[in-house]
């Protein structure tokens, strides 16, 4: 695969052949704040909108934060909006997931622009709960009202309900030369034929050297998860330079574990030591009773996010590369779920 090499700038040039002239300039703009990307900004459409907006994405999607965000402004500004979220990828939902989405599209022309007076929504969100009892449902906002479960990870790679004592830490070491590799989670279509998008088995990743893995004890009840968990790391570092990759993983009775959700961040040098807290990726599913919750901690996910060289220089032209040592507190660390309903209740 072409991101596989460094430096970025050159590593597609073979791959294109002359016919994304953008790509050089594209890769190396890292600023969001640089007007270059100005014209990719649309905020500003979704203040001047005055018309029902039907959104449409999924929880595995590549742009699963720009819909839920585009819903909460237009919702915030009492704009008539409607939400679809599905268990799909960008490309599943235009092709595989058609005959969901084309039927919720057409009854909103129908309600909106024919003026057919039929109200097809019962509410203005409607998401896709997966797990045990897998289906729709209707839901008045997004994201709706839930309650805090907390689980704390644990020396010996346990995810508990009870915090950690002082001095106990896990450690790992990333390697961006060897970078951590993806497996599965939200893309806007399959990526290369070695990494599946969306959701799949995720086992390997949690028995790699250069990852951190925390797995609770069996669920006594079905456990369901419906909004952004997020995660709180007591992190410090031998460089500076650093990215973090979380996420959350069900494993089922069979020791098979599954991705949920994700969370990434790439760190700033002054401020990579201490409490962390990383927001994931919003989710809708249910945790099957008997199966577990797992927590995973790495320094990267090749290729769906670019990697850290460890270095400070701008991957798009350097191809040095350091390592980096990391330490997890965990007596300050957990994971807070947002669920319907407290377990055991």
């Known amino acids: 695969m072409a991101g596989d090499t460094l430096p970025l700038a050159g590593a597609a040039e073979g791959l294109m052949d002359g016919r994304a002239p953008w790509y050089r300039e594209w890769v190396g703009r890292r600023d969001l704040g640089d007007p270059w990307w100005k014209r990719a900004d649309l905020t500003r459409a979704l203040d001047r909108a005055n018309v029902p907006v039907l959104l449409q994405g999924g929880w595995q999607d590549g742009f699963l934060h720009q819909t839920l965000a585009g819903y909460a402004r237009l919702a915030g500004r009492g704009v008539d909006a409607g939400l679809t979220m599905g268990p799909w990828t960008h490309a599943q939902g235009g092709v595989e997931r058609a005959r969901v989405l084309l039927p919720d599209a057409l009854a909103w022309f129908d309600e909106h622009l024919a003026g057919s007076g039929a109200r097809h929504r019962a509410t203005p969100v409607r998401v896709f709960v997966d ?77 790699r050297s250069d990852v951190l893995a925390f797995t609770s004890d069996p669920l006594v009840t079905e456990l369901e998860v419906v909004g952004g968990p997020v995660v709180e790391l007591g992190h410090t570092s031998d460089n500076p330079f650093a990215d973090l990759f979380v996420r959350v993983s069900e494993v089922d009775a069979r020791g098979r574990s599954r991705n949920v959700g994700d969370g990434f961040v790439r760190l700033d040098p002054s401020t990579a030591q201490g409490l962390i807290r990383m927001e994931l990726d919003a989710v809708a599913h249910r945790f099957a009773r008997g199966s577990r919750i797992r927590l995973v901690v790495a320094g ?44 055991g209740e």
Request: aromatic share 8%; no cysteine; glycine share 12%.
């Open 131 to 207: 797990g045990p009892g897998a289906g729709w449902r209707d839901l008045p906002a997004w994201p709706p009202a839930t309650v805090e479960h907390i689980l704390y990870p644990r020396s010996g790679g346990l995810l508990a309900a009870r915090p950690a004592g002082a001095g106990e830490v896990s450690a790992f070491t990333y390697d961006p030369a060897q970078p951590t590799p993806t497996y599965g989670g939200a893309f806007v279509t399959q990526v290369s034929p070695g990494v599946t998008a969306g959701y799949t088995d995720d086992s390997a990743l949690a028995a």
């Open 300 to 343: 990267g996910s090749h290729p769906r996010w670019e990697r850290n060289l460890g270095t400070g220089d701008d991957p798009a032209t350097s191809a040095k590369t350091l390592p980096s040592r990391r330490t997890i507190e965990l007596a300050i660390s957990r994971v807070v779920v947002p669920v319907t309903q407290p377990p």
